[in-house]
């Protein structure tokens, strides 16, 4: 009888896992090929880059360029006007400032506390995992269906639609990111701190508020910032949402409410030379505007540590 | 009563309220699409994915055009942007500090334009600048510079920065000490990245490459203006075409109806595949998760 440990011959598996580099198998790879083969790859690498990049460029010149020829003080302090009348984009400016507001208004303060609740108290639980697979879904979620969504929730039943839709719908794209970036930068406090707080007598609720979250303040606001900046240009929910409006945003709650991003996709589909032009002036604006928050996010509010 | 004996189980169920909430929120949208879709399914069945038919006229509609639309842009991006993103990852990483500083930042801020900018710079430029191209080269085309080869490369330059930023983060967090080992017994620079960085993070590169999936998958405005928004199924490059997102954007304000719930259809549609591709990754990871040596 053989040997159990002895595999037979039909048994016999090729060995398996990561080989680090295949110098066993002739032929062999000589230097001068892998040498070629690294400087190919390095070529390609840095002619991959310079071209994202240059397209990054190559966009932002092309905006800055037919953009400055719309814009004026006045274009951003006038009301839309229809074809072959002088309008500005001051409703449409206004209007996106009211909408990426309310909407960090609806969502970063439960959005806050759900994190807080993955990162201190549900942790590796099934509904936390759940939960966090939940997010990740949404994170996903195409921006139309979040237009769809609140269409049938808010447009429909309410018969109108309105920039309080708008926002609601801006909300719910914002809800699993500033969750998820708050509960990594939750996770980033060491447990020491809350060991010390809880020793000092406080409870849960008062080391997690004033202790946690106030070292892990920088990354919580940015990680807001950028999420209102992600979402502020965001055009596909507002279509059916909060539509467009040729009027100041004066019915915020119960009325449809002008935007950038719709407006550049309104002038942009249009073929009058004259709102093209204010197309490109409003996607300057809100270009500006987007980067603008990214950039403060990115170096007001840096970590010190990192 | 001490407020300590009632505030920490109140902060813990509204806690725990929010966090349900947006689990609750994705049921929402599965139930609500579904519901409202329901009139279109049952006048078509499952015969509205094969059909071609778009035409409010007789009230008959199919997906097939918009589903072939979505699926071959995402893929002509995805072929375009992953090989580019990975390189540039690999570049960044490697460069010297001050150069790899700029270049992140520049990388982050280009996947921050918002993507309404993207579909109005491929309309006014890089549109008319293919149909140069399809003219110089006297390659037939029927739809001036629009189309699916158009619209692919309008994602990719998109999702690129995605993937890159995302790939750039895994690499960095590759322990320097194992690059360092390669880099001790001989291997080249770009045998390091392949057998080392690339096994090591391979659960953040999957996951940089699910985003620029998802992405791709559910973008509106880049393609809408770029597509040309036939409903039909392409067939070559240089085709007319439409996608799920693009098509809804373009037909539901005007729609009601049969038409407005097979809209509904097409949205749920999008939604389960984006929800598959979630699935996968996470199962993917899960079952291979032993292999690569985790827990």
């Known amino acids: ?306 | 009563m001490r407020a300590s004996a009632w505030s920490d189980p109140v902060f813990r169920w509204l806690c725990k309220i929010c966090a349900m909430l947006c689990g609750l929120l994705m049921v929402a949208f599965f139930v609500q699409l579904a519901f409202a879709s329901g009139e279109a399914w049952s006048e078509f069945g499952l015969g509205f994915f094969v059909s071609t038919e778009w035409d409010p006229v007789r009230d008959l509609y199919g997906a097939l055009p918009s589903i072939a639309g979505t699926v071959f842009t995402t893929i002509i991006a995805l072929v375009i942007a992953l090989p580019l993103a990975f390189v540039s990852a690999l570049f960044i990483v490697d460069a010297p500090p001050w150069l790899s500083r700029l270049l992140g930042q520049a990388v982050d801020l280009l996947a921050a334009i918002p993507s309404i900018i993207y579909g109005m710079w491929g309309l006014f430029v890089l549109v008319p600048l293919m149909d140069k191209l399809w003219i110089a080269l006297g390659v037939d085309h029927e739809y001036g510079g629009l189309g699916l080869l158009t619209s692919g490369l309008i994602l990719s330059l998109m999702i690129l920065p995605y993937i890159c930023a995302v790939m750039r983060d895994v690499f960095r967090m590759t322990p320097p000490m194992l690059r360092e080992s390669a880099f001790g017994i001989g291997c080249t620079r770009w045998e390091t990245a392949r057998d080392i960085l690339m096994r090591y993070g391979i659960r953040g590169l999957l996951g940089g490459i699910f985003i620029g999936l998802g992405r791709a998958l559910g973008e509106t405005m880049a393609v809408l203006f770029v597509a040309g928004n036939i409903m039909q199924v392409p067939v070559g490059f240089l085709d007319g075409c439409t996608t799920i997102a693009a098509t809804l954007a373009n037909n539901f304000a005007e729609a009601d109806g049969i038409q407005r719930s097979a809209l509904f259809a097409l949205g749920l549609i999008l939604l389960v595949m984006a929800f598959a591709i979630q699935v996968l990754a996470q199962y993917y990871l899960r079952m291979t998760s032993a292999k690569r040596g985790e827990k």
């Not at chain 1, 002739?26 to 090929?33: D, G, S």
């Not at chain 1, 999420?227 to 409006?245: K, Y």
């Not at chain 1, 915020?252 to 935007?259: I, K, Q, R």
């Open chain 1, 1 to 306: 009888m053989e040997p159990i440990s002895k595999p037979t011959v039909g048994e016999r598996t090729a060995p398996t896992g990561p080989a680090l580099i295949n110098l066993g198998r002739p032929p062999y790879k000589t230097l001068f090929w892998r040498k070629l083969q690294d400087n190919l790859v390095q070529a390609f690498s840095v002619a991959a880059l310079a071209l994202a990049v240059g397209v990054m460029l190559w966009i932002l010149c092309t905006i800055l360029v037919r953009g400055s020829e719309a814009l004026s003080w006045d274009f951003l302090t006038t009301t839309t006007a229809p074809h072959g009348f002088k309008g500005g984009i001051g409703n449409a400016l206004l209007g996106t400032l009211y909408i990426t507001l309310f909407a960090a208004l609806i969502a970063v303060p439960p959005a806050i506390c759900a994190g807080i609740w993955l990162a201190e108290f549900g942790k590796q639980s099934r509904l936390a995992d759940a939960l966090r697979f939940s997010a990740n879904v949404m994170m996903g979620m195409p921006s139309i269906v979040v237009g769809l969504f609140v269409y049938m929730i808010l447009v429909a039943p309410m018969g109108a639609s309105s920039g309080l839709a708008g926002s609601v719908s801006l909300a719910i794209l914002m809800f699993p990111v500033v969750m998820r970036t708050t509960e990594d930068m939750l996770m980033m406090v060491p447990d020491t701190l809350r060991e010390s707080g809880l020793a000092l007598g406080l409870t849960r609720c008062r080391v997690t508020l004033q202790i946690i979250c106030k070292a892990a303040r920088n990354g919580m606001v940015t990680g807001v910032l950028l999420s209102v900046a992600r979402v502020s240009g965001e055009t596909a929910p507002l279509l059916f949402t909060a539509q467009f409006a040729q009027t100041w945003p004066n019915a915020f709650f119960n009325g449809p409410t002008a935007s950038i991003p719709v407006l550049i996709n309104n002038y942009g589909m249009s073929n009058f030379e004259d709102l093209q032009t204010a197309g490109w002036g409003a996607s300057l604006v809100i270009a500006v505007l987007v980067l603008s928050i990214n950039i403060i996010a990115r170096v007001a509010f840096r970590d010190k540590k990192h």
